[in-house]
């Protein structure tokens, strides 16, 4: 009931075109869902996030979109560049839950984009 | 603001050695700190993660262990490295009761050969 379930493993678009990358859960007391982007090398960066009481959310050229009933969430990069090449991952919390504020993290998608 | 410092970057041990991996973070009082370790190509697997000093929560049985002796630092130890125990280890942190906002260190690449 922990995991969070995304797809896919990898991707390869070109530039300019919209990357979707999905998330599934089981457990409807999650309530914070992030999206980090980790470029090699490095630690995973927030990228954005959301709320259930919200469908979709704009930052840039990132969107998140929300379907509360369907326990998905997703990924989209509008007008993708190469310097967007990275390994995405999707996470779920309890977000006030003292004591058990784990991020439950997917599996990762590693995306490039080619020019 | 915070800052979560991680150190060090790279690190090659030869296997039966100890290690140890420290974590500091600034700026924030009573964080939740977390050890990560992701294998080549894969996923976040969370290791051990703490609420307070000397409260450490182990996730996956190991041959790693974590200590929390101040407020602010969380060590990553072995007694001695397994050619398994490669990988790249991160440190994070999120403030007290609360789900969100994690922020990872920028990671140190273990090699034990």
């Known amino acids: 009931q922990q995991q969070v379930k995304q797809s896919p493993q990898s991707l390869i678009v070109q530039k300019g075109g919209i990357p979707i990358i999905n998330c599934a859960y089981e457990?409807?007391?999650?309530?914070?869902f992030p999206w980090y982007q980790q470029f090699p090398g490095k630690g995973p960066a927030l990228l954005i996030a959301?709320?259930?009481?919200?469908s979709e959310k704009k930052e840039g050229r990132f969107t998140i979109s929300f379907n509360k009933s369907a326990k998905q969430f997703s990924l989209h990069i509008m007008d993708s560049q190469p310097g967007d090449s990275a390994t995405y991952f999707c996470?779920?919390?309890?977000?006030?839950?003292?004591?058990?504020?784990?991020?439950?993290f997917g599996t990762g998608t590693r995306l490039t984009i080619i020019p | 603001s915070q800052t979560i410092h991680q150190w060090p970057a790279t690190l090659v041990q030869p296997v039966g050695s100890p290690l140890s991996l420290e974590c500091t973070v600034e700026?924030?009082?009573?964080?939740?700190l977390y050890w990560y370790r992701q294998a080549a190509g894969r996923g976040l697997q969370l290791l051990f993660y703490?609420?307070?000093?000397?409260?450490i929560s182990s996730e996956v049985p190991q041959n790693l262990s974590a200590s929390r002796p101040q407020d602010r630092q969380f060590i990553l130890s072995s007694k001695k490295l397994l050619l398994s125990d490669s990988g790249f280890y991160l440190c994070?942190?999120?403030?007290?009761?609360?789900?969100?906002?994690?922020?990872f260190g920028s990671g140190t690449r273990l090699t034990v050969v």
């Open positions: 994070a942190w999120s403030r007290r009761g609360v789900g969100y906002g994690y922020t």
């Open positions: 457990n409807t007391a999650f309530d914070y």
């Open positions: 959301i709320r259930p009481d919200v």
């Open positions: 996470a779920a919390s309890i977000g006030r839950n003292f004591g058990n504020e784990k991020l439950t």
């Open positions: 700026g924030t009082s009573n964080p939740n």
């Open positions: 703490s609420v307070g000093i000397g409260q």
